[in-house]
């Protein structure tokens, strides 16, 4: 997926390593359920899945309900 950006944003994304220890620190744990936020981590398929399985659900729900992309 980097690959099909249009520049090379490896070096703007924080590594996985700091993301996974920034979540684990008491400030943004508190500043996260401020904003009713729960993050999970998942290792790459277990966050395809998810993904696959919210677009299914949604698309769901818009057919549903019958909305209509423009």
Request: proline share 4%; charged share 25%; no cysteine.
């Amino acid at each position: 997926m980097v690959s099909k950006l249009p520049y090379d944003s490896r070096k703007d994304l924080a590594p996985v390593g700091a993301v996974a220890q920034g979540l684990h620190m008491l400030l943004v744990q508190h500043k996260l359920a401020a904003a009713a936020l729960d993050p999970s981590w998942m290792n790459a398929q277990e966050l395809a899945a998810t993904v696959r399985s919210d677009i299914d659900k949604w698309a769901r729900v818009a057919r549903i309900a019958g909305i209509k992309t423009e």
